[in-house]
């Protein structure tokens, strides 16, 4: 009887033991700690949470983190809002949050990442008092994120260990945003979509340690990430952002059917840029990825995106893809016979053609005058002249003051950029464009500002 009563001692001893709980788990019964406190925690069993209530008395920004080797989802918890944080990234499975308070009572809840885990951490509360914004500088999240101008430069600073920056970027229409950060700490990326998503990373393509992110955009809201590469360190950094409108959107009329080059072979389509390889697809007036002019220089070029069909070698079976034009290049020539309608690899003397097997790529291949050889180029689509002047302030043709520059508008919707530096001093420039074309003329400051524009005013 008395080992009986030993055994049943021991089983109650080990199940009391197992569930003692080291913090609250509800608001009611949070555990109360100092906004500047170092506390050990544990969860204890799958699902187990635990909750810790912080008062604060004077406005401040309040830095709350955890440290150690278990996996941590934390909810930041104040008037009835809560927000999660879990960056693996950044905190090495830790979370962390950073935010500007106000006098009151906020609630730190902790959790395993996975319910059924269980594991111990350190939870750091750092508070630090007066106003918000000489600590803090920038939005920690896209609901505060500080709104800056697609062309601009902005100071920022990474104000407290693991502190992030956030900003907002409104792009007027389509084009290329390049964002970047300059100064000498080592800074960490992200381009975000309007509802978050990720689109870009990179932490070190910039000079000095710098991130440097380049992507094509279409008109929208988007929002920069900025945060120290090593996220115990701290240390100030200007964000430049820079966006040049695409000649998507300046010559959007222009794109129609003829502008499109199609095959005879295999029930027609279209040549068409598809992941940068030339393919055959069904021709659309609405796929800008179709738009194709043959001009006098002999290559075969999209005028939305200054690329052009290039042959990989000069072998049968060479695939055909999308390059970014380049004067003279033999790989990029082609001539063509109306008589056979077919395009000619000067190089090679081999033909374009519409491979046989999947019927859908582009090759170069010898000549044999088949259908799968045939192109028709819609007669308004011939471009008599290369591109004589740059589509865009990055290729803008750079001409000096006081002088005369010929010009010709080579495609419909055409436009032509060109760039004058005025010496220190100022004083008056005036431009204007002679001749029987009608034309129209935008005068930008460096940063793509519209300064002036005018129609009909000149001689």
């Not at 939305?304 to 070698?313: E, G, P, V, W």
């Amino acid at each position: 009887m008395k080992k009986i009563i030993g055994l049943l001692l021991f089983l109650a001893t080990t199940v009391f033991t197992f569930a003692t709980d080291d913090h609250g788990n509800s608001i009611a019964t949070a555990t109360r700690i100092n906004p500047n406190s170092i506390t050990p925690g544990r969860i204890e069993v799958g699902n187990d949470s635990d909750i810790f209530r912080i008062e604060i008395t004077h406005q401040g920004i309040l830095n709350v983190y955890t440290t150690g080797s278990t996996p941590l989802f934390g909810y930041f918890i104040h008037g009835g809002t809560t927000t999660g944080s879990y960056d693996p990234d950044s905190y090495n499975n830790n979370f962390r949050f950073l935010r500007s308070v106000t006098p009151g009572i906020y609630y730190i809840q902790v959790r395993h990442l996975r319910y059924t885990g269980t594991g111990p951490y350190t939870l750091v509360s750092e508070f630090t008092p007066g106003q918000a914004q000489d600590f803090y500088g920038h939005g920690d999240g896209m609901a505060s994120a500080t709104p800056i101008n697609p062309n601009s430069t902005t100071s920022g600073r990474i104000a407290t260990p693991g502190s992030i920056n956030y900003y907002k970027i409104t792009i007027p229409s389509a084009g290329t945003l390049v964002v970047n950060t300059t100064g000498s700490i080592d800074t960490y990326g992200l381009l975000l979509s309007a509802s978050g998503s990720q689109i870009a990373s990179d932490s070190g393509s910039g000079s000095m340690g710098n991130f440097r992110i380049s992507r094509s955009v279409t008109a929208g809201t988007y929002y920069v990430r900025v945060r120290h590469y090593y996220p115990l360190k701290t240390g100030s950094y200007s964000l430049v952002s820079q966006f040049t409108p695409s000649r998507i959107d300046q010559i959007q009329d222009s794109i129609n059917r003829e502008s499109r080059i199609s095959t005879h072979a295999f029930g027609g389509g279209c040549i068409t840029n598809v992941g940068g390889y030339a393919k055959r697809r069904t021709c659309s007036a609405s796929n800008d990825n179709q738009s194709l002019t043959y001009a006098s220089s002999r290559v075969l070029k999209n005028p939305l995106t200054n690329k052009c069909l290039t042959a990989q070698s000069s072998n049968n079976g060479s695939k055909i893809t999308y390059t970014s034009c380049q004067a003279n290049s033999t790989a990029q020539i082609f001539s063509y016979n109306s008589a056979r309608k077919q395009f000619i690899h000067t190089a090679s003397r081999k033909c374009l053609d519409v491979h046989g097997g999947n019927r859908r790529d582009l090759i170069l291949w010898r000549c044999h005058g088949g259908a799968n050889q045939q192109f028709y180029i819609p007669q308004s689509n011939t471009d008599n002249s290369a591109d004589d002047h740059g589509n865009n302030m990055a290729s803008a043709t750079i001409i000096s003051l006081n002088s005369a520059t010929q010009g010709r508008i080579n495609v419909a919707r055409d436009s032509d950029y060109f760039k004058v530096e005025i010496p220190s001093g100022g004083g008056t420039l005036v431009v204007n464009t002679t001749g029987s074309t009608d034309t129209y003329g935008y005068l930008y400051d460096a940063r793509g500002r519209q300064i002036a524009s005018n129609d009909d005013h000149g001689p």
